[in-house]
């Protein structure tokens, strides 16, 4: 705010000199624009707010580095005015009186039209081009006086402040009260009576450094009175430009494609970010603000656009036009072939844009197709605008080997060609029976050694042996029925499928492979499975990965659908199929397992089957499913030996509980798993009982290639060695280098088994390889026969040589008639005097080699009411007066007394009935001491176990 000038001689001279120094020092000067994007501000509060005579005007000084000029003159004074003041041609303070938020306005005087104008120098020093000033004002008014609105606007000149004439005009703003009832004096500095703007003054080729600017708000003398308009708050900010350019070319994209960063072809100049939009959202949509991703083929513009700020102007739009091919057909294997037709079928998923898409088709004897059409040698043919994922060839040759394939084309652009097939025209090699695979072969139709790209499905048992007189055999699509077994020592060239069909009963196709067999670069391997809905749930694996994107219903392009386990029997819509995995990992943690409840069987969330791990498959219907690989990840299943990772998990404090895995062979042929010992035992599903069948490390049993069993891990390598790949499946052999009984509980429909093994040097622990766990029965009509290993189920229980006995559990889920019987598998028998069942709920005793045990059961459940003796030579006979369980071994010249519950009183006699010896209070397992060879009587008392008078012989 300025004081009031004294005018006295004194205060003249200094004025005069402050005059001059003020026209040296501001007349040329400018205001200072020294950064990019820091506005410089007038808001005119150093006006003055309250003289009544007005205050002195110097251009340059009063306000510095401002200009007036009123019509014709530039004023020397400016006046206080808070809207009642009508004088024209004047410059004016607008304000409140003695309030010092000002504003600066003119009431132009002269002529209608004549203008005055205020104006601001402004000086480039950022050493920059400045390319844009934005300008931020305000139009305040203080009075209506017309019906009338009135405007200030808004000019520019470059490089000059003469205000004589207006410049460039970029922005108007009006009185925002305007009416007939006129002579109202208003507020300016209420929101009400005043209006804002923001004005962009684009420069063109830019401000220079060191080059001016001036800013120049004008207004015009108008019909009747002024509406009194000043000019308030202004903020100037410079800006420089920011550009878009092209870092490099988007290359051609195919549908199928990731997705592109954006920012890897477009760059800025400045640092603000770059935003994209997409010309053809059918072909390319933008995500993630800078991901182009690619929804269908076809052409697009990529628009890149940048925004501005305070310190840079918007950028001019660039753009890149991007062409995105449709993605290469994947043809499958020719159908319907006869001797003069066939159907080639092809899938393609092209997005948003697949149902304008077309294919182009060629076929042509020749191998090399490109090179047949080159050169116009008749054999090649184009089939353009097919609409269809498929298309039948007609009037071929027969016998005669045609290669084919199809591109897909839209909007102009094509696909690369898909993967060439061949399919020779003619009827399928068929085998009705066992032969060989050469001239004199056991065909249903006449052929010639080498049916070259023809389709052979092998129903028997076929060798192709290795002939001189042949290279190798070329077949399009080779299928191995659930009958059939290819034992192959040719070379085998396979260039559309492999397909082994497994029926609804497990038997599956299989293929050994001795010498050579090779997929073509297209062929696939199929896995046919048919599914019974009766028969629940299936134990499968598969010797490669599968995903779930290339399963599909049998002999069809249609995918088929994976279901939650979990929703078995409720999923809507119903899916082909479920799937559980086993978790050998939880089973560890948790020390918990069940069978039959499924407790460890978990869902296959991501949906892939991983090599060589089992699963458990169903399905709500019967079906037949395709599960699909490509050739060029059939891993090892023509190898000669293999080797499989398995999980270890050791955390549980009982090792019945650690590193339990599912899992399948590598192999397309059966493998015997003797041959692996090094992770027996195995358990094999049997569906008859709904349990499971162990098999020792001694043991043969051929797994079925794609059958899955469970195993405890002993390392993480499982090995598969060439001597253990087979046709045909063994019989089951034991190793006869210990003793050991297999205690057989069965009822008039189903049969169980329990197996002991004495061994020298074996624990009396749970030993993963030495021991097997029990898996029990969901079926209630089986039952169930089992030993313990510290109250842990055991299928197959090794103990030490000199155990004598043990007891034997049993469950039932039917009241009914059941035997006992005993296979005896020893490397000695005849060390074996007896093996004695004793039935502890009705006291009698049976020697199983003698004869079996038939009772009644009458309960249901779990039942402990069986204990087996084993007694090695030296007794020659048992005879108690009472049914009990007190019996004698004899070794060394002790007898060992068992099955006492309770102490007894022991008197030892000889033949002649003369007692030699007497003990009292004699405990279960003590010895007594017989001093001489012969015969002995023992006669004992106990009041738990009753009298008995035992016979016995030491020799």
């Given amino acids: 705010m300025k004081s009031t000038f004294v005018y006295n001689m004194k205060r003249k001279v200094l004025f005069i000199s402050v005059f001059i120094f003020c026209i040296a020092e501001y007349n040329f000067s400018q205001t200072i624009i020294s950064s990019i994007g820091n506005p410089i501000l007038q808001d005119f509060n150093a006006l003055e707010s309250s003289s009544s005579s007005g205050a002195e005007w110097i251009d340059g000084t009063t306000l510095p580095v401002w200009y007036a000029y009123l019509t014709t003159v530039t004023p020397s004074m400016y006046y206080v005015n808070d809207g009642s003041a009508v004088t024209t041609g004047r410059l004016y303070s607008y304000g409140s009186t003695g309030d010092s938020d000002r504003g600066l306005g003119i009431i132009p005087g002269g002529n209608t039209g004549d203008y005055s104008y205020i104006g601001w120098r402004l000086k480039n020093n950022t050493g920059k081009t400045i390319m844009q000033l934005k300008v931020a004002w305000t139009c305040e008014q203080w009075k209506v006086t017309t019906s009338s609105q009135q405007y200030i606007r808004l000019y520019y000149k470059l490089n000059s402040y003469d205000l004589s004439s207006s410049g460039t005009q970029v922005a108007v703003l009006g009185s925002p009260k305007y009416s007939a009832s006129a002579g109202a004096v208003l507020n300016g500095n209420l929101s009400e009576n005043r209006v804002s703007t923001t004005t962009a003054i684009s420069l063109g080729s830019g401000l220079q450094n060191g080059s001016e600017i001036t800013l120049i708000w004008g207004a015009p003398k108008q019909p009747g009175a002024s509406q009194q308009l000043a000019i308030d708050d202004i903020a100037v900010t410079a800006q420089v430009n920011q550009t878009i350019g092209v870092l490099q070319n988007i290359p051609v994209l195919t549908y199928g494609d990731g997705q592109i960063n954006l920012n890897d072809y477009f760059k800025s100049s400045g640092d603000l970010p770059l935003t994209y939009s997409s010309g053809n959202t059918s072909v390319a949509k ?3 603000d800078s991901m182009m991703s690619i929804v269908g083929p076809g052409s697009v513009t990529i628009y890149a656009n940048q925004s501005g700020n305070e310190y840079y102007t918007a950028a001019n739009q660039n753009s890149q036009t991007v062409s995105v091919n449709p993605a290469v057909p994947e043809m499958d294997a020719a159908s319907n072939i006869t001797q003069t037709a066939f159907d080639a079928t092809w899938f393609i998923d092209n997005g948003l844009n697949n149902s304008s898409t077309t294919y182009i088709f060629q076929y ?3 191998p090399d197709i490109q090179a047949a059409i080159d050169d116009d040698d008749g054999t090649a043919f184009t089939v353009s605008d097919i609409a269809d994922e498929s298309y039948s060839l007609t009037g071929l040759a027969h016998n005669t080997l045609y290669h084919y394939r199809v591109f897909a084309t839209t909007t102009g652009l094509y696909s690369d060609y898909s993967t060439s097939l061949a399919v020779t025209t003619g009827d399928n090699y068929v085998s009705i029976h066992d032969g060989d695979w050469d001239a004199d072969s056991n065909w249903d139709i006449a052929y010639s050694p080498n049916p070259y790209g023809n389709n052979v499905i092998i129903n028997s048992t076929i060798t192709a042996s290795d002939l001189p007189a042949r290279d190798s055999i070329v077949v399009n699509e080779l299928l191995v029925s659930p009958t059939g077994k290819l034992e192959n020592y040719e070379i085998i060239n396979v260039t559309g499928a492999l397909i082994i069909e497994s029926d609804a009963a497990g038997k599956t196709g299989q293929i050994l492979n001795m010498n050579e067999i090779h997929l073509g670069p ?3 391997i199929i896995f046919r499975k048919k599914f019974s809905a009766s028969y629940g749930w299936y134990f499968i694996g598969f010797p490669y990965e599968v995903t779930e994107n290339n399963i599909y219903l049998g002999s069809t392009s249609v995918p088929a659908t994976w279901g939650d386990p979990t929703k078995y029997g409720t999923d809507s819509p119903k899916k082909t199929f ?5 978790d050998g990992e939880k089973r560890d943690r948790t020390g918990l397992m069940n069978a039959s409840a499924g407790l460890n069987w978990i869902d296959d969330s991501d949906h892939i089957f991983d090599a060589t791990k089992g699963y458990s498959i169903a399905t709500l219907n019967d079906t037949t499913i395709d599960f699909v690989i490509n050739a060029s990840r059939k891993e090892s299943i023509f190898e000669s030996s293999a080797t499989s990772t398995v999980g270890l998990f050791e955390t549980n404090g009982c090792n019945c509980h650690q590193s339990w895995n599912l899992v399948t062979i590598p192999f397309v042929s059966s493998y015997d798993l003797k041959n692996s010992p090094n992770q027996a035992p195995y358990y094999i599903y049997n569906r008859s009982t709904n349990g499971y069948d162990v098999y020792m490390s001694d043991e043969s049993y051929v797994v079925s290639p794609y059958q899955s069993f469970f195993l405890q891990a002993q390392s993480t390598s499982f090995n598969f060695v060439n001597a253990g790949r087979v046709m045909k499946a063994k019989a089951v052999s034991k190793w006869n280098a210990f003793d050991e009984f297999s205690i057989l509980f069965s009822n008039s429909s189903y049969s169980d ?14 030993i993963i390889g030495e021991d097997a766990a029990k898996f029990l029965s969901s079926n ?24 004598d006995s043990l007891d034997l559990s049993t469950k039932v889920g039917k009241a009914g008639e059941y035997t006992i019987t005993l296979e005896l598998n020893s490397g000695n028998p005849n060390s074996y005097q007896s093996v004695i069942l004793i039935d502890k709920v009705t006291g009698k005793r049976v020697d199983l080699l003698k004869d079996s045990y038939t009772f009644t059961e009458n309960t249901t459940g779990t039942s402990s009411r069986f204990r087996v003796v084993f007694v090695s030579g030296g007794v020659s006979s048992v005879e108690t007066n009472r049914a009990n369980n007190i019996y004698v071994t004899v070794s060394n010249g002790k007898a060992v007394v068992k099955g006492l519950t309770d102490v007894a009183d022991v008197s030892v006699s000889d033949v002649t009935g003369k007692q030699i010896n007497q003990y009292r209070h004699l405990s279960n397992g003590e010895s007594i001491d017989l001093p001489f060879k012969g015969i002995y009587i023992l006669n004992f008392k106990s009041v738990a176990d009753g009298d008995a008078v035992v016979k016995v012989i030491n020799n």
């Fill in 286 to 288: 933008i995500v993630n």
């Fill in 364 to 366: 042509s004897t020749n």
């Fill in 522 to 524: 297209a062929a696939k």
């Fill in 578 to 582: 479920y799937v559980y995995e086993y």
């Fill in 753 to 766: 088994i329990t197996r002991i093994r004495l061994e020298d040097g074996a624990s009396k622990q749970y």
């Fill in 780 to 803: 209630e009509s089986v039952p169930q026969i089992y030993s313990g290993i510290n109250g842990f189920p055991a299928a197959v229980n090794t103990l030490p040589a000199n155990t």
